[in-house]
C-alpha cells in the first residue's frame, strides 16, 4: 500500500517525538529558561505510540525515526524500540539524539532492533559546546558517537546546525573529521521556528559557505548516493574521506516537493509539516484502527504544498507558521 498526498508525493516516512523534555538547551532550540514542558501524564504511552506505528505500517509506513527533545531521557526507551522493531512492515527505525547519553544504552538500542542513529554536533570545541547547549559537555556527546560506532548503529550520521559567528569557523574541522572517522556530517541550515527570537537573522548562513570553504581548504565536494537511502540531504565525498558530507537546507534550497514525512508529537498530534500550525491530536481514534488510518489520511489530505520559513529569502517569514520549538514538535 501506498501513502500519498494531493500533490503526488508519496508519504513512507514517520518521525515520532517520545518526549519534549532534554538534558540540554540548545541556543537554537530553546529560549533562555527553555520550554514549557508536558506533563508526564498527557505524553502518549508506548502502547499508543506502538498503535499509531502499527496503523501507520498497513498503510505504507516503513520508515520510522524516533527524536524528541531527548529521546534517550525518557524512562525504557529500549522498550520501545523493541517494539517498533517488531511490527510487519518496518523496515528501518533510526534515532536522532544529542549522544550525550548513548554510551549507556548504545548496546542495548543494538540490540533492541535500533539500526542507526543521527547524533546532534554543533562544534568541536569543549568550551563551545558548553555555550550552545547551555549545560552540556563535549566529551559525553564525543563518547556517545565511539559507542554509536562500536555497536554498527550505522550509518552514524552527524547533524551540524550551521549558524554564522558560532560555528561558521569550523567547517573545515568537521570536513577533517569526516576524512579521519567513517562519520556522515550533515550541515543543516539554521531554521526560524518556534516561539522565541533566537538571533536567527544574524546567524543564518546558507550552505553554500560550506562548498566554498571545503573548495578553499583543498576538500571540494563531490556528489555521492546517501548513505543509508533516501533522505533531504546532497550527499558527498571528499578527497580520502572516510565518512561523507550532506547538505540540507531548508531555506535556501528547499525539498518540499520530494517531502515524505509525518509527525508524531509527544502529546500524541499528527502533523503534515514541521513549519505549519496544523495538527490533529489522535487520542479519540486509538481504540480504532480504521478511524486512526482514516485520520493519517486525512491529516495527509491537508498537507501544503511547501513550508514558509524565510520565505521572502530574506531571513524573514510571510506567514505565521507553528509556535512550537523543534523540541516540542520533534526535530
Ligand atoms: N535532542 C535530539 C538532538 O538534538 O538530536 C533530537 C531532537 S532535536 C530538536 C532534532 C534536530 O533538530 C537536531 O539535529 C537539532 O540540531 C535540530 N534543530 C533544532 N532547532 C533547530 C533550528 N532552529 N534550525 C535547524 N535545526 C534545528
Ligand atoms: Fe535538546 Fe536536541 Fe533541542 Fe538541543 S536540539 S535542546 S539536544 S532537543
Keep these: 500500500m501506498t501513502l500519498k498526498d494531493k500533490q503526488g508525493r508519496k508519504h513512507d516516512y514517520l518521525r515520532i517525538s517520545v518526549t519534549d523534555r532534554c538534558n540540554l538547551r540548545c541556543v537554537y532550540c530553546m529560549g533562555d529558561d527553555g520550554i514549557e514542558q508536558t506533563s508526564h501524564e498527557a505524553i ?14 498497513e498503510l505504507g509506513i516503513s520508515k520510522i525515526r524516533i527524536t524528541g527533545g531527548e529521546p534517550l531521557v525518557r524512562k525504557d526507551l529500549v522498550q520501545l524500540i523493541e517494539m517498533i522493531a517488531a511490527v510487519p512492515g518496518v523496515t528501518d527505525l533510526a534515532m536522532t539524539t544529542n549522544g550525550t547519553l548513548l554510551s549507556r544504552y548504545a548496546e542495548a538500542l543494538k540490540r533492541a532492533g535500533l539500526n542507526r542513529v543521527n547524533i546532534s554536533l554543533d562544534t568541536l570545541q569543549a568550551d ?14 564525543m563518547k556517545g558517537i565511539e559507542y554509536a560506532l562500536q555497536y554498527g548503529l550505522e550509518p552514524v550520521k552527524l547533524n551540524t546546525v550551521l549558524m554564522k559567528g558560532i560555528n561558521d569557523d569550523e567547517v573545515v574541522d568537521f570536513l577533517q573529521l569526516a576524512r579521519e572517522k567513517p562519520l556522515h556530517i550533515r550541515f543543516i541550515e539554521y531554521m526560524q521556528i518556534g516561539d522565541h527570537d533566537r538571533g ?7 550552505l553554500s559557505f560550506v562548498e566554498k570553504a571545503a573548495e578553499k581548504a583543498g576538500l571540494p565536494l563531490t556528489p555521492v548516493p546517501l548513505p543509508g537511502g533516501a533522505g533531504p540531504a546532497e550527499s558527498y565525498s571528499i578527497p580520502g574521506g572516510k ?9 535556501s534550497k528547499h525539498f518540499c516537493d520530494s517531502c515524505n514525512r509525518l509527525r508524531l508529537t509527544a502529546e500524541g498530534s499528527l502533523k503534515a509539516c514541521l513549519y505549519w500550525q496544523d495538527e490533529k491530536p489522535v487520542h479519540t481514534v486509538l481504540h480504532d484502527k480504521a478511524a486512526l488510518q482514516d485520520l493519517i489520511k486525512e491529516v495527509l489530505g491537508g498537507k501544503p504544498v511547501e513550508h514558509q520559513m524565510a520565505a521572502d529569502g530574506n531571513c524573514s517569514t510571510i506567514n505565521p507558521g507553528t509556535m512550537r520549538s523543534m523540541s516540542k514538535t520533534g526535530g
Design 243 to 251: 565518512g561523507t558530507i550532506g547538505l540540507i537546507h531548508p531555506i
Design 128 to 141: 563551545k559546546y558548553q555555550i550552545i547547549t547551555r549545560c552540556g559537555k563535549l566529551e559525553d556527546a
Design 44 to 57: 502518549l504511552s508506548y502502547e499508543d505510540i506502538l498503535k499509531v506505528v502499527t496503523a501507520g505500517a
Design 200 to 206: 536567527y537573522s544574524s546567524h543564518y548562513l546558507p
